[in-house]
């Protein structure tokens, strides 16, 4: 595995990883009402290429694949990390955390899923609050956690 930067070329790759990701791995979490709404798999590929070109992104590969995916801004919000359901457990999201982290020198915030909370919480991420985000007239629970630098 190596990571690297973003590339414009990537946005659909991570767009099918995404949707992927999050039906399969969150599943246990949410409903799938709640999945159908988190992610559509219908993307706005302009959108998603413009946030990543304009945060620090980054992407996971391994034998040519993408297999995992994160951004961060430069006020120290952790975006986006999602990563290829076949690659769960195996070292992928503490790598890319890492290089995000060390992106920025200020303190980090991220809206884990409930899901992610563990991850982000053995990394030493604090909850600040839990909250319900509505997508299309359905609720979602994530938590807003924040990891002092």
């Not at 620090?56 to 391994?62: K, N």
């Not at 994160?70 to 006020?75: A, F, L, P, V």
């Not at 195996?90 to 899923?113: P, R, W, Y």
Request: hydrophobic content about 40%; overall charge negative.
């Amino acid at each position: 595995m190596f990571i690297r930067e973003y590339q414009s070329s990537d946005c659909k790759e991570l767009a099918e990883l995404f949707y992927n990701t999050v039906h399969t791995i969150n599943a246990k979490d949410y409903s799938k009402e709640q999945l159908d709404v988190w992610a559509t798999g219908q993307a706005d590929l302009k959108k998603w290429d413009q946030s990543f070109q304009e945060h620090f992104s980054i992407v996971a590969v391994d034998s040519g694949i993408i297999i995992g995916f994160g951004d961060i801004d430069k006020s120290g919000y952790l975006d986006r990390l999602y990563i290829h359901l076949e690659y769960q457990g195996k070292g992928v999201a503490t790598a890319i955390c890492n290089c995000l982290e060390k992106a920025v020198q200020k303190n980090i915030v991220t809206h884990a899923s409930i899901t992610a909370k563990p991850f982000f919480e053995k990394r030493g991420y604090k909850v600040v609050k839990e909250q319900q985000v509505e997508r299309q007239g359905v609720f979602l629970t994530n938590f807003i956690m924040i990891k002092e630098q």
